[in-house]
């Protein structure tokens, strides 16, 4: 069993940054890989970003390529997604998730463990 609790969202102005945490709890954290997804009002969840379990790889959804970035720190059980130059659009609930994974995962059904999700808002 995995707990992941997201922090860091907010309120930002166009063009600014956030930096998104999610702590896992247990003792295998490293044996996971980790995603971020969002959603916004009245639209699907959407992937964000991914990284295996040793940090290796990464994958980036196409919207968010070149302004986010996905990291983990398996030291401190805990991955980050920096996210910078944000746009009105990026406004959403975002949610990290887990799963154990050789390879990135890009999925969201393919997630097992899924935190409750911070909000980011970005205004004009």
């Known amino acids: 069993q995995v707990r992941l609790v997201e922090s860091g969202g907010g309120l930002v102005q166009a063009g600014g940054s956030l930096r998104l945490s999610c702590a896992a709890s247990?003792?295998?954290?490293?044996?996971?890989?980790m995603g971020w997804f969002r959603q916004a009002p009245g639209k699907a969840r959407e992937f964000v970003a991914a990284i295996s379990w040793s940090g290796r790889s990464t994958s980036y959804a196409d919207s968010v390529k070149g302004r986010f970035t996905i990291s983990r720190d398996n030291a401190k059980n805990t991955v980050y997604l920096q996210m910078n130059s944000l746009k009105p659009e990026d406004t959403a609930v975002y949610y990290c998730?887990?799963?154990?994974?050789?390879?990135?995962?890009?999925?969201?059904?393919?997630?097992?463990?899924w935190g409750q999700g911070t909000q980011v808002t970005v205004s004009s």
């Open positions: 998730a887990a799963t154990i994974s050789v390879v990135v995962v890009l999925t969201d059904w393919e997630y097992k463990y």
């Open positions: 247990g003792r295998t954290f490293s044996s996971y890989a």
